[in-house]
């Protein structure tokens, strides 16, 4: 198994995950004011200053929901009454945030509930590498949260700059223009009304691209649609995508850290194959002798074709950006990727980067998007839930599971949850970050394939629930 330095940190990851009281995989959301308030978040911003220092930087991000700049006033609020300086930066994306913490702060904090819906907020803590804190960190910082904590004899300051979402922009054009051709294309950009509304069609069109917006405008409420960039939600782009007579479509959710695309026949292009396309292109142009591809345990196996042509090795992470990020960090990995399409470049989820990326590949390979998609391997996925009956812990229903699956599998592990392998498919079944849901994923070679594990899995579910 490649990069024992970080795999064999696994087992001490799940009991990390296990202790943690308050951030999930990566940070933590709710409903606002129902369990998720301004005391919580104003005791991280204060948390967050005492593990840091006094004196030291704290940037601030958010995106445009109706209850971010009430949440990130108390934060400032957290942060300077413990001796922290809090940067704000307005509204930008978790990737512009993490280039601003590497150039003028020593952490930053992202007020953002990401995909979920516009009654939700949420809090993620970036540390001064612009990644995720590690899961040591995350249970030091939990430690000053559910502790005493008292008011520094020095405050910090307040300080405001504006022109973050500017320099991402051109960090974006610089990134691109280096690696691929930008031949002018035709671009329907669905910014979702959340942080990369502005950012992605301006980014386009400077480096050349003819870009039709919609939804492009903040809306802390996303009346256009839901802010998760899924097929069902992009109907409204798929049309317009093939009434413009446009080269592809790209489509975000609320902190613009997610990116989906649509083909020129407006198909919605699968998230892991997407991110699997922009993975070996960009390794492509890599000049590293050892190619490494860090992937989260809900990957389509697409990725081993991939990395078998590219003579790439692919480690294996529990689910969640951080994770991905100390795979990059520890064992050398040049991207991460996880399966709703995220793709780490550097130390956090690209978002508005990628559609120039992608533009930049289309015009290399002298392909349309869908003969693009084609030239690789196609499986067959299938995505389910089961919501927990109340007071079930996921992780006995998970140790359950372990018993009640047949044992004619090819591989087995329990990383982070449970994913079996066979040799023409695969599935697994772990617990929600941030619901009480167990998800099960199952692959195959065919849609029967893909049907039949998830039918073992969801057999094996239910029995490993009426043993409670």
């Not at 256009?224 to 592809?248: F, G, H």
């Not at 991939?306 to 520890?330: D, F, H, N, R």
């Not at 090819?410 to 697994?428: A, C, P, S």
């Amino acid at each position: 198994m490649p990069c024992e330095k970080f795999t064999k940190k696994f087992d001490d990851y799940k009991k990390m995950r296990r202790m943690k009281k308050l951030f999930g995989t990566f940070g933590f959301r709710g409903v606002v004011n129902e369990g998720f308030d301004a005391d919580k978040v104003s005791r991280v911003g204060a948390s967050l200053a005492l593990y840091l220092g006094e004196g030291k930087t704290i940037a601030i991000g958010k995106d445009p929901r109706i209850s971010s700049d009430m949440l990130e006033e108390v934060l400032i609020d957290g942060i300077t009454e413990h001796g922290c300086n809090a940067l704000t930066l307005g509204i930008i994306t978790p990737n512009a945030l993490s280039l601003e913490i590497a150039r003028q702060a020593d952490a930053g904090v992202m007020i953002t509930a990401s995909h979920n819906p516009p009654e939700y907020n949420g809090i993620k803590c970036l540390s001064k590498s612009g990644r995720g804190f590690s899961p040591e960190d995350d249970l030091a910082i939990e430690n000053i949260y559910f502790g005493d904590i008292n008011a520094a004899a020095k405050k910090g300051k307040k300080i405001a700059d504006s022109k973050a979402a500017d320099r991402y922009r051109a960090h974006i054009i610089q990134y691109v223009q280096k690696l691929f051709p930008t031949n002018p294309m035709k671009i329907v950009v669905d910014g979702g009304g959340g942080s990369a509304s502005t950012v992605t069609p301006e980014t386009l069109e400077r480096l050349g691209h003819e870009v039709v917006r919609f939804n492009c405008k903040y809306d802390g409420m996303f009346r256009e649609r839901n802010p998760e960039p899924t097929d069902a939600n992009l109907e409204k782009l798929k049309k317009l995508v093939k009434s413009e007579k446009a080269d592809m479509g790209v489509a975000h959710d609320g902190d613009g850290d997610r990116t989906a695309f649509i083909d020129e026949n407006g198909k919605f292009v699968q998230g892991d194959v997407s991110a699997a396309i922009i993975a070996d292109h960009v390794l492509r142009q890599s000049s590293d002798k050892k190619k490494l591809i860090a992937v989260t345990i809900a990957f389509s196996n697409l990725i081993k074709d991939v990395a078998e042509s590219l003579g790439a090795s692919v480690i294996y992470t529990p689910v969640g950006e951080p994770y991905l990020a100390q795979a990059k960090l520890m064992c050398g990995a040049q991207v991460g990727l996880e399966e709703h399409g995220s793709v780490l470049l550097e130390w956090s989820r690209e978002g508005p980067m990628l559609a120039g990326v992608m533009a930049g590949i289309l015009a290399k390979v002298d392909m349309s998007f869908s003969e693009l998609v084609a030239s690789y391997p196609k499986y067959y996925q299938i995505k389910d839930a089961k919501t927990l009956p109340e007071g079930i812990k996921p992780q006995a229903i998970l140790d359950r599971l372990k018993r009640e699956i047949p044992q004619d599998y090819e591989h087995f592990t329990d990383m982070d949850g449970v994913r079996v392998d066979y040799e023409d498919g695969w599935f697994l079944v772990r617990a929600s970050g941030t619901e009480p849901k167990v998800r099960v994923f199952s692959e195959g070679r065919t849609q029967e394939r893909a049907r039949k594990l998830n039918k073992i899995a969801m057999e094996g579910l239910e029995k490993a629930m009426t043993c409670t």
